[in-house]
């Protein structure tokens, strides 16, 4: 059946305007053409525009580079001429501090070893008493002993308890009370000495040390100094060691004391007190009957 008329007319209108808007879209991109090939001119010449001015910027960096590069060079170079001047002038201050701090231990050197040499004589006459209050403590406290171990032996032949009075046993109380209090006095002198030797020897030490750390500053320069300084003092170094020993050897007679002492105690703790019975006396008033009827 053939398309009616009116079909044929729409088919017609709209073929038509489809033709139109083609033509429409053919003319517009058209346009779109021109302004991108426009947009695309403009485009390169901007470019080339921001070529040009990037140009001159380029060069400058380089040259501001290469400007920072010989200053930063300076700037290294100069850090390396302070660095040697602040070495010379910390080797300059040293040996300045060095021969400053010798010349005061010269001027009190000789006061030092003077005050070294009262200490030692002042040392050996409290050690040399001592000696002598520490050999009568034990001569006393070994006489003791031996009286204490007859005793006591003569108790074991007996194979009984060791029983005495209170007369016995307070002059054996008051002993070791006694000589337990000149044995705290004995330990706190013997303290003393051995505190005193040792502070004076790490003092003579801690200046050795101080002596060593100055020459080292300049050792062909100071070395000599240190070594007179040094040699000063060894002497006293020998000496309170000495005396130090000495003091040890009395502490060690000192321990064997006071183990004597401690058997002693032991020994007079052992010994029991026997309960001495003492007669009751009568009231006044039993006494007084008793006596009436006797008359």
Same mark, same amino acid.
């Given at each position: 059946?053939?398309?009616?008329?009116?079909?044929?007319?729409?088919?017609?209108?709209?073929?038509?305007?489809?033709?139109?808007?083609?033509?429409?879209?053919?003319?517009?991109? #058209?346009? !779109?053409?021109? *302004?991108? %090939?426009?947009?695309?001119? &403009?485009?390169?010449?901007?470019?080339?525009?921001? $070529? @040009?001015?990037?140009?001159?910027?380029?060069?400058?960096?380089?040259?501001?580079?290469?400007?920072?590069?010989?200053?930063?060079?300076?700037?290294?170079?100069?850090?390396?001429?302070?660095?040697?001047?602040?070495?010379?002038?910390?080797?300059?201050?040293?040996?300045?501090?060095?021969?400053?701090?010798?010349?005061?231990?010269?001027?009190?050197?000789?006061?030092?070893?003077?005050?070294?040499?009262?200490?030692?004589?002042?040392?050996?006459?409290?050690?040399?008493?001592?000696?002598?209050?520490?050999?009568?403590?034990?001569?006393?406290?070994?006489?003791?002993?031996?009286?204490?171990?007859?005793?006591?032996?003569?108790?074991?032949?007996?194979?009984? #308890?060791? !029983?005495?009075? *209170?007369? %016995?046993?307070?002059?054996? &109380?008051?002993?070791?009370?006694?000589?337990?209090? $000149? @044995?705290?006095?004995?330990?706190?002198?013997?303290?003393?000495?051995?505190?005193?030797?040792?502070?004076?020897?790490?003092?003579?030490?801690?200046?050795?040390?101080?002596?060593?750390?100055?020459?080292?500053?300049?050792?062909?320069?100071?070395?000599?100094?240190?070594?007179?300084?040094?040699?000063?003092?060894?002497?006293?170094?020998?000496?309170?060691?000495?005396?130090?020993?000495?003091?040890?050897?009395?502490?060690?007679?000192?321990?064997?004391?006071?183990?004597?002492?401690?058997?002693?105690?032991?020994?007079?703790?052992?010994?029991?007190?026997?309960?001495?019975?003492?007669?009751?006396?009568?009231?006044?008033?039993?006494?007084?009957?008793?006596?009436?009827?006797?008359?």
């Amino acid at each position: 059946m053939p398309p009616s008329a009116y079909l044929k007319t729409s088919l017609a209108r709209f073929n038509d305007r489809g033709a139109l808007i083609r033509r429409d879209v053919e003319l517009m991109l #058209e346009g !779109l053409r021109v *302004k991108g %090939r426009f947009l695309d001119e &403009l485009c390169q010449k901007i470019r080339r525009h921001r $070529e @040009e001015d990037f140009a001159p910027l380029r060069e400058a960096r380089r040259e501001a580079w290469a400007s920072w590069d010989e200053r930063l060079k300076r700037v290294e170079e100069w850090m390396g001429s302070t660095a040697d001047l602040h070495r010379s002038a910390t080797m300059l201050r040293a040996w300045r501090d060095s021969a400053l701090g010798f010349d005061r231990a010269y001027a009190l050197s000789r006061k030092y070893t003077a005050s070294l040499e009262q200490k030692a004589a002042k040392f050996e006459n409290k050690l040399h008493a001592l000696g002598e209050r520490l050999r009568d403590w034990t001569s006393r406290l070994g006489t003791k002993e031996a009286e204490l171990r007859e005793f006591v032996e003569r108790q074991a032949v007996k194979d009984t #308890e060791i !029983l005495v009075s *209170k007369a %016995r046993k307070r002059p054996y &109380l008051d002993f070791v009370f006694n000589e337990r209090e $000149e @044995e705290g006095r004995i330990s706190l002198e013997l303290k003393k000495l051995r505190t005193t030797a040792n502070r004076v020897l790490e003092r003579i030490a801690s200046a050795e040390k101080w002596a060593a750390q100055k020459a080292e500053s300049n050792p062909d320069q100071f070395e000599a100094k240190k070594t007179y300084l040094v040699e000063s003092w060894r002497p006293f170094h020998g000496r309170f060691t000495a005396l130090r020993e000495a003091a040890l050897n009395q502490a060690l007679e000192f321990e064997e004391g006071r183990r004597r002492l401690r058997w002693i105690y032991e020994q007079v703790q052992r010994m029991r007190v026997v309960e001495e019975s003492v007669p009751q006396r009568r009231p006044l008033l039993q006494r007084l009957f008793d006596s009436k009827a006797e008359n």
